[in-house]
């Protein structure tokens, strides 16, 4: 029986399974910068995001971050939580880059005096406007009590990740988390949702300032797959299968 597919996102895809609580994300190869105006197939992206979002879920499950995750199912699928997405791309920025630096010009590689939080609302169609906690609560994206978990969420979230990194000798420079609600019997609880990924994060080796993300493809600078093999093997990542 094949699987109903529920999404279809840029980089992944959803689909039901036989519980109504659980579904099954898919990591595509495809690699989309600028809105879809640039895309690629990049062999094996798919496969490493896989592993290295799991790796990452877990490590936060383990330090209290309730999350989606629940096995790897496959390569490329693991079984996830069904949960009712926040429509908020929730960025933690703690050294300005891409189109931080652009808005602020602020030189990219400076430090910011204190982490920032930002919110774009997930809205292809209007290139994923900045939003603020007065939009979200306004239109009804994210009520109050909302917003606090999702913002006290990501400060947690970006000290274990920055911790993570930094042993492994990686700066993490900033990163894109998004939530859900996940219901269950009468109870309805914000957790994290989506992917961490090289991807979803800004990773700069510590000694070279290289980059070990998504700008190789933004920004054309090639070997996207080497990097992310970086960032799963000094995370001790099994890759024996890729
Ligand atoms: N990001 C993402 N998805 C998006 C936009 C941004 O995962 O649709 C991540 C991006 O990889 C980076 C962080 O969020 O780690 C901040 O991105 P920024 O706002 O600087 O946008 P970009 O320059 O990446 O377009």
Known sequence: MSKKILYEGKAKQLYETEKP???????????????????????????????????IFIYLDKNNISNH???????REQLIKRVEIIPIEVVVRNIAAGTFSQRFGIDEGKHLPKTLIEFNLKDDE?????????????FGWAKSDEIEIMK???????????DLFKKINITLVDFKI???????KNVSEIILA???????????????????????????????????????TRLEIDLSNI
């Open 152 to 162: 006290k969420n990501a400060l947690q979230i970006n000290m274990l990740l920055s």
């Open 69 to 75: 995750f629940i096995k790897r199912l496959s390569p």
């Open 126 to 138: 209007n290139d994923d406007p900045l939003v603020s906690e007065e939009h979200m609560k306004v």
């Open 194 to 232: 989506d992917e961490i990924s090289p991807d979803s994060c800004r990773l700069w080796d510590m000694s070279s300032n290289e980059k070990l993300d998504k700008d190789r493809f933004r920004r054309n600078i090639g070997g996207l797959i080497e990097a992310y093999k970086e960032v799963a």
């Open 21 to 55: 609580s659980e579904l099954i994300q898919f990591f595509k190869d495809d690699a989309t910068a600028f809105n879809k105006k640039k895309h690629e197939i990049i062999d094996s992206k798919g496969v490493l995001n896989n592993l290295i979002s799991e790796y």
């Open 178 to 184: 998004e939530f859900g609600r996940f219901h269950s």
